[in-house]
């Protein structure tokens, strides 16, 4: 069992490179468009999750993040 089969059979999750948003099982990739900003720029590299339930909430606050949502902490 090599590492990228076991990527592979994993959740797929696309992280928006410019404001990190996650997005889990997206049907296309090819047609992805980050509903946070627009972009339609993503990466399977990234590391670290963090879970925005409030928008208001101090964690949000301090990354910028302005809509609830699943985000990457970093990008590779
Ligand atoms: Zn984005």
């Known amino acids: ?3 990228a089969k076991a990527q592979e059979e994993g959740e797929k999750m696309k992280a928006c490179v410019n404001c990190k948003y996650i997005i889990k099982n997206p049907s296309n990739v090819d047609e992805l468009k980050c509903p946070v900003c627009g972009s339609t720029t993503f ?3 990234f590391g670290g999750l963090v879970i925005i339930l409030k928008a208001e909430s101090e964690v949000a606050n301090y990354l910028g993040i302005t809509m609830p949502g699943i985000y990457a902490l970093y990008l590779k």
């Open 43 to 45: 990466t399977g590299n």
């Open 1 to 3: 069992m090599g590492k």
